[in-house]
């Protein structure tokens, strides 16, 4: 069986079963999801968005992408890092994030995380860091594994190995595209719609 058709662009390419019909999904699939991503404030809301994500649709992320801007500093690390209870309790208020207390506090402690390894590792940010678990495998499964359990000792909380799945296919450091999704064979460049 085809992926679905996207009658949102009309254009007749096949794309992974996962992606609907909506337009956010639809751009998202197309224009990000599997891209290398190497910028760390980047790496950060994907880490981010795929923790919330947990138990709930992807869509359901997409339609608060902006909510989670504004709510984390833009994924801005220093500040997210140096957010207090009270500010965690003003997000936990915020219809524009998900209100799960776990996955909000979560986001502060991957932040001070971040900083901990600036300062205490030899990587230089949290982009060099992750793509060097990634980089140890080519299955999907077997980085996720190893990346939930180095983040975990490391610090970082609400990366299990599902979500640790979803963010190295999110952020491309494999390529999950379905065999017959138009993206597969794009080997990881950004192929805007045409």
């Not at 790496?43 to 989670?68: C, H, M």
Request: proline share 4%; net charge negative.
């Amino acid at each position: 069986m085809k992926p679905p058709t996207s009658p949102a662009l009309g254009d007749g390419r096949h794309r992974c079963g996962w992606c609907t019909d909506d337009a956010r999904y639809v751009d998202y699939h197309d224009l990000e999801w599997g891209v290398p991503e190497h910028d760390p404030r980047a790496l950060f809301e994907l880490l981010t968005l795929e923790g919330a994500q947990a138990g709930l649709s992807w869509l359901t992320v997409l339609k608060r992408r902006d909510g989670y801007r504004r709510a984390f500093a833009d994924f801005d690390v220093d500040a997210v890092a140096g957010f207090d209870d009270e500010r965690v309790e003003q997000i936990l208020a915020d219809p524009g994030v998900i209100r799960h207390h776990q996955k909000v506090r979560s986001v502060v402690t991957n932040a001070r995380a971040i900083l901990r390894l600036r300062t205490e590792t030899t990587f230089g940010d949290f982009a060099e860091y992750v793509w060097s678990i990634a980089t140890s495998a080519s299955d999907s499964f077997v980085i996720a594994r190893a990346m939930s359990q180095r983040l975990a000792k490391d610090g970082f909380t609400f990366v299990g190995p599902t979500i640790c799945r979803s963010f190295v296919q999110a952020a491309g450091m494999v390529n999950d595209h379905e065999p017959d999704c138009f993206r597969r064979g794009s080997g990881g460049q950004n192929l805007a719609v045409e």
